[in-house]
């Protein structure tokens, strides 16, 4: 168990960055670039259930379909305000993978016909991250 005082965590070792190792099948190694893309909105909190529901069947299931998407979720955290925050997480090959689904404009969120009548406020871009580490548990 963790002890906040007096804890020291064991030493590790650097190594130099390289690509993200990831083993897909027991006894693989396979060596794999990502690409991470989150976009941030708030909806009322009485709402949020609903609009998860919404962006399962639109954003969600077109991350999904478009090809060289790796997967995708959907994050909540209610702020307590009457507001909760929403958080979509998708991972990719490629930036170019991303324009599948995203058009050429990668950095612009996708919105979807009826987000207006759930969202309270929005980021209008999109964060894209290179994942530099990685492990399955």
Known sequence: MRQSLGYR???AQYTEPGPIVVG???????????IARMWRGWV??????AYV???????????AATPGNLGCQMWTRDLGDGRTEVLTVSWWESRAAIV??????????????????????????VSHFEVAAAQAG
């Not at 897909?24 to 990502?34: F, K, L, Q, S, T």
């Not at 009322?44 to 259930?49: D, K």
């Not at 529901?53 to 954003?59: E, R, S």
């Open 9 to 11: 965590a064991p030493e």
């Open 53 to 63: 529901a919404y962006i399962t069947g639109t954003g969600l299931r077109e991350y």
């Open 100 to 125: 599948g689904f995203a058009g050429s404009d990668i950095e612009a969120a996708v919105f979807y016909p009826e987000d207006d009548e759930y969202l309270v406020d929005r980021e209008t871009t």
């Open 44 to 49: 009322r909190t009485e709402q949020a259930n």
């Open 24 to 34: 897909r099948r027991p006894g693989v190694v396979e060596e794999m670039v990502m």
